[in-house]
């Protein structure tokens, strides 16, 4: 692959997401001083901090800014006042939806790791999730979240009506194939087949393009069961496809696997610009403080730079951050002992892609907030 320039949206958004943003993007510039790369990074408002600012949570400028961008990265949104006051008509959560719809981004995906050095940190036992890698494809603009919704004029009783079409279902499970193609071969659909309709069209779509990939193993879970056995045999799972509230649950649940929500990264994609966040949410309680944990949004990053076709680059991305783990340079929330800040675990990272052993040189810098890394 060739020097690339990509122009990059930064929506940092709330609470700790600017914090963690910096990180990332402070990696992301370690990537191109080391590949030679030129990435334009062009800061926009989306969430709480759009609201108070503009009275959208997500600006007209915000919303062309990512339409014209290669890729978008997002730390997180969300603000207690909102959370607070079930009766507010602009919510900050009302931005990242639309920014999903408007950039026709249907498929999440989130990976799952269970990382070695920190298998103490998952509520589930070690020799259970130990050597767990799990793809999860979570299908993004369809389904109850999307469908017509309202009250009665009593306010007394309300509905949310869930609809899917065949070609919502088939383009995300090309992706879920193509994605198990190149791991493990196994795919499981989760759905609600013996009692939903559109859990039946699911199942239906999915098993008309099973047979263009021969050598992927298909295999069917009811969402209840599939909650159930991402706790007892995670394992056991490869590539998983569902629609969009089982995916938002199932995966959530299946986060404690890696024992932090601060370790995992996501996608979401369409056919154009791909938005890539931490799963974790604003965590306003730690705003300011420095203890925010930046890996997942870094792992995001490097999500980026595989949508990029940045094989050797992400793979960069990720070394470092495992280089990071296997040295115990973490914020608290991982080693409640630990003297590592937000920026000082993202120097180390970002040292890391450039040099590790050039890193383990200036580890003491870092330690003392000495680092001058870009």
């Known amino acids: 692959m060739g020097i690339l320039s990509k122009r990059i949206v930064v929506l940092p958004g709330d609470g700790i997401g600017p914090e963690v943003c910096s990180e990332a993007v402070r990696v992301l510039r370690a990537v191109s001083s080391r590949f030679g790369h030129e990435?334009?990074?062009?800061?926009?408002?989306?969430?709480?901090?759009?609201?108070?600012?503009?009275?959208?949570?997500?600006?007209?400028?915000?919303?062309?800014?990512?339409?014209?961008?290669?890729?978008?990265?997002?730390?997180?949104?969300?603000?207690?006042?909102?959370?607070?006051?079930?009766?507010?008509?602009?919510?900050?959560?009302?931005?990242l939806l639309g920014l999903r719809k408007a950039l026709g981004l249907y498929a999440n995906?989130?990976?799952?790791?269970a990382y070695d050095q920190l298998l103490e940190h998952s509520p589930l036992k070690a020799e259970r999730i130990q050597g767990t890698d799990i793809?999860?494809?979570?299908?993004?603009?369809?389904?109850?979240?999307?469908?017509?919704?309202?009250?009665?004029?009593?306010?007394?009783?309300?509905?949310?009506?869930?609809?899917?079409?065949?070609?919502?279902?088939?383009?995300?499970?090309?992706?879920?194939?193509?994605?198990?193609?190149?791991?493990?071969?196994?795919?499981?659909?989760?759905?609600?087949?013996?009692?939903?309709?559109?859990?039946?069209?699911?199942?239906?779509?999915?098993?008309?393009?099973?047979?263009?990939?021969?050598?992927?193993?298909?295999?069917?879970?009811?969402?209840?069961?599939?909650?159930m056995q991402i706790i007892l045999n995670p394992k056991?799972?490869?590539?998983?496809?569902?629609?969009?509230?089982?995916?938002?649950?199932?995966?959530?649940?299946?986060?404690?696997?890696?024992?932090?929500?601060?370790?995992?990264?996501?996608?979401?994609?369409?056919?154009?610009a791909a938005l890539f966040e931490p799963i974790h949410g604003s965590y306003p309680q730690a705003k300011g403080k420095g203890i925010a944990n930046p890996i997942a949004t870094i792992l995001s990053a490097a999500l980026l730079l595989d949508h990029f076709n940045l094989q050797e680059e992400a793979d960069c991305v990720r070394d470092a951050v495992q280089h990071a783990l296997d040295q115990g340079v973490v914020t608290p929330e991982l080693n409640p002992a630990t003297l590592y800040s937000t920026e000082q675990v993202g120097n180390f990272i970002a040292y890391s892609v450039l040099d590790i052993a050039d890193c383990e040189v200036h580890r003491n810098n870092i330690k003392l907030g000495m680092s001058t890394i870009i």
């Open 236 to 272: 056991q799972f490869d590539v998983i496809l569902t629609e969009n509230m089982f995916g938002d649950i199932i995966s959530d649940e299946a986060s404690v696997i890696a024992g932090s929500l601060g370790l995992l990264p996501s996608a979401s994609v369409g056919d154009g």
């Open 109 to 113: 995906i989130r990976p799952i790791t």
């Open 135 to 227: 793809l999860i494809f979570r299908e993004l603009t369809g389904g109850i979240y999307f469908g017509e919704k309202g009250r009665s004029e009593d306010r007394t009783w309300a509905y949310d009506h869930c609809t899917y079409s065949r070609d919502e279902i088939l383009r995300i499970a090309h992706r879920a194939f193509k994605a198990a193609e190149t791991r493990r071969h196994q795919f499981t659909l989760v759905d609600k087949a013996n009692v939903l309709e559109t859990s039946r069209l699911w199942r239906e779509t999915v098993q008309s393009i099973a047979p263009e990939y021969p050598s992927v193993a298909l295999d069917y879970l009811f969402v209840d069961n599939a909650a």
């Open 39 to 95: 990435f334009e990074f062009d800061y926009q408002l989306m969430g709480a901090c759009a609201i108070d600012a503009t009275g959208s949570p997500l600006p007209d400028a915000t919303l062309e800014a990512c339409r014209r961008a290669d890729a978008v990265l997002l730390g997180a949104i969300g603000d207690p006042k909102y959370d607070n006051d079930p009766t507010a008509k602009v919510r900050p959560e009302q931005g």
